[in-house]
């Protein structure tokens, strides 16, 4: 299959540079695969549209403050940017430059906000990543190093520097567990006020916990889609989670998935009948056209990048034609997109 199907033309100025006035205040797009309506709307009308009863499942992953900028000790300027925990002090890494990050350097983070931490560059991965020892000062662990100096890790398509905002807005309203570098951004338009709508409605919920890394921005650059290699995310479906689910699909309930990366997630745990089962470990699945979900019936998302994975995995639950049409209506209705954009139901 051509990576060229799942391309688009986007006018820059629907890239969304700020995350809407009011937390939940977005549009919302929905898309009925069995008829091929294709419906502009505002995420407001959220439940109006979703059946009940039903549950719904989100991603309580916690964005962290992972990127860190300071210098080398001859004073020139490096940027560090926390993948994955190896141990609490010891991280996998992407850094800015490459050749300032050497194995057994050391360089000096944090410092312009009043925590010096020492980073020791123990290994240089095959990746290109490295592995990195982190030594704050005054006696703090790195976790509160880290609170007080590292900055909220805006996508590469925000062209601008991270504000007191997005340490906010940047995080889901139910964001508790594990550590992330990217936001599961279609949780982002939930508000409390939402989800006790949700409920009132009739609409349970659950969570999976996803750490979204670098990974989901990383570009497609073969040229046929069953070439690309995904790159490994770590996530946690509790006990409570998987019983909620298997209930669910046994009775008929439908399963609402809130983002790509609750897909992932569920699918990654599924049995071949759409049942699931309680797990912690990491998955590269891939989920593209020719791939039958088992788990979810509905999706809600936001609008991802041309060529992108996760413009696929909609694709593969929506079906490509219907999937690209709706994205082409919301660039006609003037939809903003990406991370702080507006959301899409599939239903």
């Not at 704050?136 to 190093?145: D, K």
Request: proline share 7%; aromatic share 8%; hydrophobic share 40%.
């Amino acid at each position: 299959m051509e990576v060229s199907l799942f391309s688009y033309q986007l006018p820059e100025h629907l890239i969304a540079q700020h995350p809407p006035k009011e937390r939940g205040s977005s549009r919302l797009m929905v898309v009925k695969r069995k008829t091929g309506e294709i419906i502009p709307t505002h995420f407001s009308q959220l439940p109006q549209y979703l059946p009940s009863p039903a549950l719904m499942v989100l991603n309580n992953a916690k964005v962290i403050p992972a990127r860190l900028l300071g210098r080398k000790e001859t004073g020139g300027r490096v940027e560090c940017l926390l993948v994955h925990k190896v141990k609490e002090d010891t991280w996998e890494c992407l850094v800015k430059p490459g050749r300032a990050w050497r194995e057994g350097r050391r360089l000096i983070l944090g410092e312009e906000q009043g925590v010096k931490i020492v980073a020791v560059v123990e290994e240089v991965l095959p990746t290109g990543r490295r592995r990195v020892r982190f030594e704050p000062s005054q006696g703090l662990s790195f976790e509160e190093a880290l609170k007080r100096t590292g900055q909220v890790p805006l996508p590469p398509y925000i062209q601008r520097p991270p504000s007191a905002d997005d340490q906010e807005r940047y995080q889901t309203v139910f964001a508790s567990q594990g550590y992330a570098v990217a936001a599961p951004t279609a949780g982002l338009h939930f508000t409390h006020s939402m989800l006790s709508s949700l409920k009132e409605k009739g609409i349970d919920t659950a969570y999976v916990t996803l750490n979204v890394g670098p990974g989901t921005f990383k570009p497609v650059k073969t040229e046929r889609v069953e070439e690309h290699q995904m790159e490994e995310e770590f996530f946690t479906i509790p006990q409570e989670t998987a019983e909620k689910v298997n209930a669910a699909k046994r009775e008929g309930i439908p399963v609402i998935a809130v983002g790509t990366t609750v897909t992932r997630a569920l699918e990654s745990s599924a049995e071949p009948e759409g049942l699931i089962t309680a797990a912690s470990r990491w998955t590269d699945l891939f989920i593209y056209p020719g791939y039958r979900l088992k788990v979810i019936d509905h999706l809600i998302t936001n609008f991802h990048l041309p060529r992108s994975t996760l413009l696929m995995l909609v694709c593969a639950f929506g079906g490509r034609e219907l999937i690209m049409a709706a994205y082409q209506r919301a660039i006609e209705e003037e939809f903003k997109v990406y991370s702080y954009g507006d959301a899409m139901l599939v239903l």
